[in-house]
C-alpha cells in the first residue's frame, strides 16, 4: 500500500509522528509536506495529496491541519475523493467499511498522537463492506459526474 501525507503549519508534528508509525507498519509514504511550524495554508497541501489519490498515484492519502476540517473540505473537493474526519477508532472503521474512504483526515489539536496511530493503524487495515454501501456510494459517484 502507497499512502501521500500532507499537513499544514498546525499537523506538522502529528504528520511527522504518522510518517514514523505507517514507516513501522512496512507502508510506503511519501510526506509531502508543509513539515515546518510556518503558517501556510492547507489547501495548498491537501488538494494536491487528494489529487495524487485520485489519480491513482497513491492507495490512500492522509491529511492533518489543526482541526482536521480545512484539509477535508480541501480534499473532499477533489472528484473521486472520500474524506473523512475522523477523531476516534470506531469511526474509522466505519469510514472504510460503510463509506470506502480514501482520504482521511484528522485534527492535530482535538488528537493526541496515540489516539491518532490507532485510528491510523484501524483506517488502514479497514476493508470496504460493499453491498447497500456501494449503492449509496454510487449514488454519490453519480451526483459528482454530474457536477462541473
Same mark, same amino acid.
Given at each position: 500500500?502507497?499512502?501521500v501525507?500532507?499537513?499544514?503549519h498546525?499537523g506538522?508534528?502529528?504528520?511527522s509522528?504518522?510518517e514514523?508509525?505507517l514507516?513501522e507498519?512496512?507502508?510506503e509514504?511519501d510526506n /509531502?509536506?508543509?513539515g515546518? =511550524?510556518d503558517? +501556510? ?6 488538494? =494536491?495529496?487528494?489529487?495524487? +489519490? ?5 492507495d490512500r492519502g492522509i491529511v492533518?491541519?489543526?482541526?482536521? /476540517?480545512?484539509?477535508s /473540505?480541501a480534499a #473532499?473537493?477533489?472528484?473521486g475523493i472520500r474524506?473523512?474526519?475522523v477523531?476516534?477508532?470506531?469511526t ?7 463509506n470506502?474512504s #480514501?482520504v482521511?483526515a484528522m485534527?492535530?489539536?482535538v488528537?493526541? +498522537?496515540d489516539?491518532a496511530?490507532?485510528?491510523v493503524k484501524?483506517?488502514?487495515?479497514g476493508q470496504?463492506e460493499?453491498g447497500?454501501?456501494?449503492?449509496r456510494i454510487?449514488k454519490v ?6 457536477? #462541473?
Amino acid at each position: 500500500m502507497k499512502v501521500v501525507l500532507a499537513s499544514d503549519h498546525g499537523g506538522f508534528e502529528l504528520a511527522s509522528e504518522i510518517e514514523a508509525f505507517l514507516k513501522e507498519l512496512d507502508i510506503e509514504v511519501d510526506n /509531502i509536506g508543509c513539515g515546518c =511550524p510556518d503558517s +501556510v495554508d492547507y489547501s495548498d497541501y491537501g488538494i =494536491p495529496a487528494a489529487e495524487k +489519490v485520485a489519480e491513482g498515484k497513491y492507495d490512500r492519502g492522509i491529511v492533518i491541519c489543526g482541526t482536521g /476540517i480545512g484539509m477535508s /473540505i480541501a480534499a #473532499n473537493k477533489v472528484r473521486g475523493i472520500r474524506c473523512a474526519l475522523v477523531h476516534d477508532v470506531y469511526t474509522a472503521r466505519v469510514t472504510r467499511e460503510h463509506n470506502d474512504s #480514501n482520504v482521511l483526515a484528522m485534527g492535530a489539536r482535538v488528537i493526541g +498522537v496515540d489516539l491518532a496511530k490507532e485510528i491510523v493503524k484501524t483506517w488502514i487495515g479497514g476493508q470496504f463492506e460493499g453491498g447497500r454501501h456501494a449503492r449509496r456510494i454510487g449514488k454519490v459517484t453519480e451526483y459528482e459526474s454530474k457536477s #462541473n
